[in-house]
């Protein structure tokens, strides 16, 4: 079992020894609209306050634009709950939003779709 300074409070055999919604102390709702392919990138900005060590893996994910769901995935937390942090480092000025396509100048190819499609058809 991890120590309490370790880092992130896992345990291999038990996983996360901290429940998901105390990261967001217990709140469940973003003050940012974002949907899961919603992209999200630093600006350059450091946050004023106290930041919890998931805050900071974020903004080291975020160095290029990601999706939610992939900050989600790399986190291991629930969606709502990394909406959560991703909104408190939106209202603070540390991370910009954009649709899916906005930090891309070419839109997504249908051929592409379909790829990804008969990818996860072959994983199920």
Sequence with gaps: MAAAGDGPWLDDAAGRLVRPFTVSNGRTRPTVALDLMS???TTGVTPLGHL???HTQ???LCRAPVPVAEVAGQLRLP????????SDLVD???????PP?????HPTDRALLE?????????L
Excluded: S
């Design 39 to 41: 992209q999200v990138m």
């Design 52 to 54: 919890g060590p998931e």
């Design 58 to 60: 974020v903004l080291d």
């Design 79 to 86: 969606v709502a709950v990394a909406k959560v942090l991703l």
């Design 92 to 98: 603070c000025g540390a991370l910009t939003t954009k």
């Design 101 to 105: 396509a906005a930090f891309h100048h």
């Design 115 to 123: 790829a990804v499609l008969d990818g996860l058809r072959r994983q």
